[in-house]
Every structure is written in C-alpha cells, then in structure tokens.
C-alpha cells in the first residue's frame, strides 16, 4: 500500500518518488549489519530485540500522518489480481526477473559473512563490509529511478543487469577492501533496477498498484529469498567462492527476460505490445 502511495504522488516523476521511498529500506538494511554485528558480538543475540524499540517508536510516530489510501474496491472497479489477467505476459516476466534477481543479490548477502570469517574477519569486520554493500545497492537503487523517468526502464534494467556481472563476478576472486570495492560496484548495479522494476510494473498496469506492488516486492522478494538455500546446498558441494560466482552470472538471465518487454519512458504510454500501450494512458490517468 505504502508503494501504491508513492506511485500515485509521485506523478511525472514516478521513478525518482519510488527511488527515494525505498531507499530508505535499503539503507535500513545497510546499518542493519553496522548496529547488529557489535551489538550482538557484545551483548548476545538476545538482547537484539532491544534494537526493535527506536523503529516501533519512529513507526508509532510517523504512521498517523501518512495520507489516506483509496482503495479501488471502494468504487467499485476491478482490483486484485483479477484486474492483472490482461497484463499478465509483461507482468510475469517483470516477476521472473525481480526473482532472480533478487536470488542474486541476497545469495551474496547471505554467504558473504560466512566467506569473510573464514578467511579471518571478525564478526564485526564482516559486518562492515556487508553494510558497505547495502549501503552502494541503496544508492543504485536511488539512482535508477531517475534514469529510468529519462531513458527509460527497460533500458535501465537491462544496461544495469548486464554491467554487474563481471563486478560480482570478479569479486570472490579478491579478499580485503578489493573484494569490498568490487561487490559494492556490482550490487549499486544490481539494486539499481528495484524502484525501476515496481514503478515499471505500476506502469503496466495502473488499475491495480498496490497489488502489482505486492507481487514486485513481497512475493518476488520472498520467492527470491526462499530459493537462497539452494544456494547453500551449492555451496556445500562446490564451496562458497564458486557458487557465488556462479550466482554472479544470475543476472544475464534477468537481462534475457527484460528484452521482450515494452520500451518507453515512465510515466508515458509505452511501445507495444498494444496492451501495454493502452495501460500507458491509463497510468497517466490514474497517476492525475
């Protein structure tokens, strides 16, 4: 819902408004391993609970405000995913490609502590080098919604996809702040294309924002993240450096799925398929 909010005062700048709004997620993840890694390697794991209570004090602050949300069933119209069957093609591959690369992204997440201790880190160096990592994603993420408001997301999530592949490919390959430096390089790549891929999905298909949103986010985040344990078994097997460098590769798969879908810039209608470009005015409607 929060999304759908975004994409609806966001207006003409529906990218920069959604790169901004889940920046602020992403740079939650980023101090995520800077506060928790000393707190835990100090106090334990559990007293990390404790660190719960600021965010439910800013969340008790802050949600009063937040601006009224109309629903489409208030009104009558089709919503949920019943108003997503005409759009389902670009919808889908929209889908398949948040789920690899998220899969990609969160393989790297994951392992990367494991690696860096074994190699002699302590539990708070990892940390911080984890926290470099989603601190560069947060600001790709930033960025990419501006591009895509000028050239486009389609090509954004192509060039991005593509051009962090011998980043995170290399990186396994290096120890120390070179391995820092080119994972960081990949997943400000990467990340780049998560606000393109909401406002792109929102784009297709306006009827139904907010549900579109839950797909981008939650299920494909989810499904991404449920799919990480096969990349522990790929690394017990072949081990960690291996298997993410396999995982480095993910991407290329995202880039194929993105090349059927439609060009065009946010906030206008797009290229064919006709669909797609009869959704394109819509979204201009609805986003007014």
Do not use: C
Not at 158 to 182: D, E, H, K, Q, R
């Amino acid at each position: 819902p929060a999304s759908a909010l975004v994409h609806r005062l966001g207006q003409a700048r529906t990218g920069f408004a959604m790169s901004f709004y889940i920046t602020g997620g992403s740079l939650g993840f980023a101090l995520g391993p800077l506060l928790f890694a000393p707190f835990a390697e100090r106090y334990g794991l559990h007293w990390t609970p404790v660190l719960m209570v600021p965010g439910l004090a800013v969340l008790a602050l802050v949600l009063p405000r937040i601006p009224p949300i109309e629903t489409l069933g208030e009104r009558g119209d089709l919503s949920g995913f019943r108003a997503l069957r005409p759009y389902r093609k670009p919808l889908t591959l929209l889908y398949l490609i948040v789920v690899t690369r998220t899969l990609a992204a969160l393989s790297f997440a994951t392992f990367m502590p494991v690696m860096l201790t074994r190699r002699g880190l302590s539990l708070t160096d990892a940390g911080i080098a984890v926290g470099v990592y989603f601190f560069a994603s947060s600001v790709g993420g930033f960025f990419g919604g501006p591009v895509a408001d000028r050239w486009g997301p389609r090509v954004v999530i192509l060039w991005s996809l593509v051009l962090a592949v011998p980043f995170l490919a290399l990186a396994p390959m290096y120890t120390g702040w070179p391995f820092v430096a080119l994972v960081s390089i990949g997943g400000f790549l990467l990340q780049s294309t998560l606000p393109v891929n909401v406002t792109f999905g929102q784009l297709i298909a306006p009827i139904s924002a907010a549900t579109v949103s839950s797909l981008m986010m939650g299920f494909a985040w989810g499904t991404g993240g449920l799919s990480v344990p096969l990349v522990g078994m790929l690394a017990d097997r072949i081990g960690i450096e291996r298997a993410l460098t396999t995982m480095a590769f993910l991407p290329l798969i995202s880039a194929l799925l993105a090349l059927p879908l439609p060009a065009g810039r946010l906030g206008r209608p797009a290229d064919p398929p006709p669909p797609v470009s009869r959704v394109g005015s819509a979204g201009e409607n609805v986003a007014q």
